[in-house]
């Protein structure tokens, strides 16, 4: 069966539940600080790389989260999950710890690392054609069939609250080192990650001006938050950043979002691209375009207002080693 | 003037010292986990990545810590260093951060990253041949002109002790987090780093049992140990680890070395190169092949006892985009 969707919003207790649930499963990532990154922003800049979280990005702390609040029936009749890649891994690398069987669904343009990775979790892949099919009814039709459990990459309580231990963390481990974040940017696809993380800062951090960072053409999140109400990408250009193509801010992640949000920022391509290489020759992290956006908003001064110390998450690291080496080698 | 080297050998006491002047100053890196890599290995990995250090090489430590106790004339004599890179950018930076002038020795072909680096951190190169020209007595003869005094790469008890506070660093870390090393991997070309970190195992965590690893064919020190003297690297072949090709231990190195150390492993090309991909696909950290090394070992299998769990220090992430676009893509 195909749980209806909850309609309850998340809360910040919610998020604290989660880590919980995380706590000795999931990897606390480090909260790293690179003097030559601060000189070259002009701010302090404290990165969270959930490059270094199982699975390669932030997703699967969602992941996890949702899963393990399956009860007995649900797991044995498994889950169903569609995602261009990151999602995919986070959900059937924690189906593959739960012992839950899992199904996949994948765009079939999806970067080979993603797809051969899911696989190797141990889930059973369905590729789609992103211009022709339609992912959500391929992932209902195979519930359907299955019993299983749809699992939504974002508008989903449990789903936000597990990626809002990304901003719990930052926050837990900035205070730790003496530090006040005066904003923090994280990408945004669906907005799942900055939701979860502005429910952290808004309970914990209130100082905390919170930032969405998407592909310019593609955000519907800095639109959305102008508008005050969820408006979709027309005509989006093509991007680098697979992972963050969500025409429409959720349902869910938008009524989070809306009144706790500092606003959206927007990315070029080449800034990202400008973002991968710092990151590699500055940092030392691989991170995939989608990944770097945050970074890249930092980097380009996209700040409406200056900020002392800047959290900027490094969402995910999976990038196939072909792709990566064209962007690095293009300086 | 060149000072004439101290003999005193460097003590526990030494690197507990260093630890304080380092302390703000340079960063202190994370231990990471990667339930990933503890599966491939098939033993517990306590990640040191130094990669992530000032300079992208735990070489800042040493520099620091000896530049730090510089008198005020011999600050203002300035330094001298000769090194393929590493040392190099570590004895540019810290003196750029201690307004002391610096010129780095540094051979013709090394990496084009290590020395445009070593350039922007303010040092004056003077390139040499590696095959023609001695680079002690390049730089002995600059200190001599100058009035400068020379920074050695690795034989200097200043340098050791900075570098031990890698190890120190690993110890405090794997206890705070409820882990005992069973064993510790390091790089070694002169044995600065093992050195240190022998002297931070032997003094704080006696039951770790620490190994050198070297590239296949440079392994002096492997033989050196197991000699119980020092042994000089005949016909050394090719290596793709251009930091790691130190003929023979250094006397003060392997003073502090021979009575501490487990023994010395050697890798292959091969071994690094898969190595540095698996720290790009599944660890998500840039790392140089010299940086490389230790992991290699760990995941080749080459420690002579099973140990449930091992640190890795991954010492270096300065490489050419181009060498490393081809290693990644060479899967």
Redesign the interface.
Known sequence: MTAAPPSRLPRYTDVAFAATRLGGVA?RT?L?????LDAAVGARVLIK?E??Q?T?SFKFRGAYNRLTGLAAAGRRGGVVAYSSGNHAQGVAHAAQLLGIPAVVVMPSDAPR?KVERTRAYGAEIRQYERFFECRERIADEIAAERGATVVKPYDDPSIIAGQGTVGLEMIQQARAAGERLDAVLVCAGGGGLSAGTALACSALSPETAVYTVEPEGHEDHARSLAAGHRVSNANAPASICDALLAPTPGELTFAVNQPRLAGGLAVSDAEVKAAV?TA????????EPSGGVALAAAMSGKLPRPAGTIGVVLSG?NVD??T??DI??D?
Do not use: Q
């Open positions: 990897v480090p790293l600080t690179s003097p030559a790389p490059t270094l199982r390669g690392t290489r590699f020759a500055t940092l030392k992290l691989v991170v690291g080693a072909a990566y080496a690095i080698a300086s």
